[in-house]
């Protein structure tokens, strides 16, 4: 047998709508992990907002990893060791903070376990931290505050909005770094050349899983890299409409248990 790795994003994946892993799925996960298959949860969401599923689905007992920001740190559930890192150039940050003046739009990072606000913090940057459980903060000054590496900043608009800043934030920094949106409403920014594609081809040959062993699962626009990476790559049925026209496979929806069809289909091969 094969070991496969089982790589899945949270929020819209792994999740329901309620943020909840389900029965069905929990058991399903377990299952291919009893058979020495490896999961691995991928998300722009800091390691500190994805330990509560780490602990669920009982990664520490069977060598788990998380692939945080998007990419940009990669944590060894077993051991806690940090495998990989890369940080924000420390001279992008008032680069992104006038960025976010000119454009009025909402700007911020996280520490280990608490949001930093450059303004007065919006509905999508509050949204941040409820869904890591984290507090917020908004520093008298942001960019004396951040003075400790950061992996990810992000910014925050209504969707269309948004997508016009992902654009006018890349002209503006070229190569410099990576821009990308995880909802409609999230510009995130990280080191250049980082994405969940390019990190978990770094973890696969860590854990010598060939790339044609992975099985990718995602539904937001950050799952792009990491579904053209995979040997198989799979959009949820709520995914993002290019997810579904670009994946090998579409299933159900995150309220239909699409994770338990997808380990049933190509891990447990049933």
């Known amino acids: 047998m094969e070991r496969k790795a089982l790589v899945m994003d949270i929020d819209g994946t792994l999740t329901n709508s309620r943020k909840e892993i389900s029965p069905a799925t929990r058991e399903a996960i377990w299952k291919a992990l009893e058979r020495g298959h490896l999961a691995v949860l991928a998300s ?42 890369r940080a924000l150039p420390k001279e992008l940050l008032p680069v992104l903070y006038d960025f976010a003046c000119q454009n009025s739009c909402g700007l911020a990072t996280h520490s280990e376990d608490t949001v930093i606000s450059a303004f007065a913090p919006d509905r999508y940057v509050t949204l941040e931290a409820n869904i890591n459980d984290m507090p917020i903060i908004q520093p008298e000054s942001f960019t004396e505050y951040v003075n400790f590496d950061v992996y990810k900043c992000f910014m925050t608009a209504e969707g269309e909005r948004a997508a016009v800043l992902e654009n006018k934030l890349r002209e503006k920094c ?19 050349n980082v994405d969940k594609g390019e990190a978990l081809g770094r973890l696969m040959e860590i854990v010598g899983i060939k790339r044609e062993d992975v099985v990718c699962c995602g539904d937001g626009f950050n799952d792009l890299p990491m579904l053209r ?42």
């Open 229 to 270: 990476y995979a040997g198989v790559g799979v959009a949820m049925g709520n995914a993002q409409p290019v997810l579904k026209r670009e994946a090998d496979y579409v299933t159900a929806g995150n309220d239909e248990d699409g994770v338990a069809e997808v380990i049933r289909k190509f891990i447990l091969k049933e």
């Open 174 to 192: 070229g190569t410099a770094v990576a821009v990308c949106r995880s909802e409609p409403f999230f510009v995130e920014i990280t080191p250049a």
């Open 44 to 85: 722009g969401r800091p390691a500190y907002g994805m330990r509560h599923y780490a602990r669920e689905l009982e990664l520490r007992k069977y060598g788990g990893y998380l692939l945080s920001h998007n990419g940009a740190r990669i944590v060894a559930c077993g051991t806690g060791e940090i495998i990989y890192q």
